[in-house]
């Protein structure tokens, strides 16, 4: 157990639709990441919190966005969602160097 | 600019025998380097990490791994292969973003199979 938590586990969800992902980092830690795992595009780094604040982005798409808040968790919202936008969504915890911990992500699928 | 190649999408071993998971990175600074196992239906667990200390680094169940500058390489290993070894692996490079955040980029993965 990594001590970074995310929710929901499973979302399912029709085409057109918002979502919203939830992540809890680890104690302490100030920085969140989110990813997106797909069949044919693996891995992909998506954007990172520092403290509330926007510190890297990624292969983001301008239908999703985040946000940290001040307590520190972290939301992924993806709006007009497409067949292509389901897979494994996975939050990552840091505590301020690169090392980053993982959560057990959230499973998106959109029919 | 960063990336970072694993040269084989699948490894399959004996249990008892070494495994040799391939990893070469490209990188215009010094990056960090990581592997990261992700067993199904499962998060990822960091394996270990290279941050310009010892180019050998040792990390938990048994693995290793060296960085080689000359070869831009990180290549996973461990000496003897259990079956709970079984699972995906990532090589992934670590940089500066020029926001002062981190930029990372995960490999394709390694799916290692392990035979009784």
């Known amino acids: 157990d990594s001590g970074v938590t995310q929710t929901p586990k499973h979302l399912i969800t029709a085409t057109g639709q918002r979502v919203t992902l939830r992540c809890s980092p680890r104690s302490g830690d100030l920085s969140v990441y989110w990813y997106q795992q797909s069949l044919d595009q693996g891995l992909q780094f998506l954007i990172q919190y520092y403290n509330g604040e926007e510190r890297a982005k990624g292969n983001i798409l301008e239908r999703f966005s985040a946000q940290q808040f001040p307590d520190l968790h972290s939301e992924l919202n993806l709006s007009s969602l497409e067949l292509g936008d389901s897979a494994l969504y996975f939050c990552a915890s840091s505590p301020g160097d690169e090392t980053q911990y993982f959560g057990p992500g959230t499973r998106l699928l959109v029919l | 600019a960063q990336s970072v190649t694993q040269l084989d999408s699948h490894v399959s071993v004996s249990e008892g025998t070494p495994v040799l998971l391939r990893c070469n990175y490209s990188s215009s600074y010094s990056p960090s380097l990581f592997w990261y196992v992700q067993h199904p239906n499962k998060g990822l667990q960091l394996l270990l990490k290279y941050t310009s200390a010892a180019t050998l680094v040792k990390g938990i169940n048994g693995f290793e791994a060296e960085f080689k500058k000359s070869e831009t390489s990180f290549h996973l290993t461990k000496p003897s292969a259990h079956m709970s070894d079984a699972a995906e692996y990532f090589c992934?490079?670590?940089?500066?973003?020029?926001?002062?955040?981190?930029?990372?980029?995960f490999g394709a993965g390694t799916r290692l199979f392990v035979k009784a």
């Open positions: 992934v490079v670590s940089g500066p973003y020029y926001t002062g955040g981190f930029k990372t980029i």
